[in-house]
């Protein structure tokens, strides 16, 4: 089980945060960021499967800033409202949050990146702007292509859905022409949020090698 506790971002906004720590000293930390459903159950599991992983793990709140605390489940009424917050996405204030997330772990060694849906594209736009990073991996984010001329400062691992109806695959092959250098991964048959268990999209098999391949990109960037 993990704590919450704030964070401080640069402009001096306060927002949450959910933290996991393993039992042993770590290999490193890995800031983990939200789906457009908030520090809900799915990504504070998440935070205590990497922490599971020897890894410090942090997960900031980043949509504090416009209603404190968010958390969603994923009804379709639950999803309508969820929508609603990225209508018109302040991505320089998330990445703000992100870097006050990065800031609090550094300490414990080399940090990585992951984010799931909205998550996964700013951890894309995390790896090209902001510092202290070593390695940054993307679940089916929507905004990567729009992004892609921006060169990533590490190296990136992208997961994405053959079925998923809000990222057309055109869109992917417009991140694999521009971005040659990052590792990209499409999953048959998987839809947008397959990796989330709580989904009615979930993929089990898909979720569990994009998971291994997270996992082993990791081990082989976030080393001392």
Known sequence: MGQ???LTAADGFQLGAYRADPAAAPKGAVVVIQEIFGVNSHIRAMCDRFAAQGYVAIAPAIF????PDFQSGYSPEEVAVARK???NPDFDAFLRDTQAAIDAVKSVGPVG???YCLGGSIAFVAATRLHGLTAAVGYYGGAIARFADETPKVPVLLHFGEKDASIPLDSVETVRAKR????IHVYPNAQHGFGCDERASYDKASADLAGQRTLA???KHLRR
């Open 64 to 67: 504090d800033r416009i209603e």
């Open 113 to 115: 990146v992951v984010g």
């Open 85 to 87: 917050f990225v209508a």
């Open 180 to 183: 040659p250098e990052v590792e």
């Open 217 to 219: 990109f990791f081990e």
């Open 4 to 6: 919450t506790l704030k």
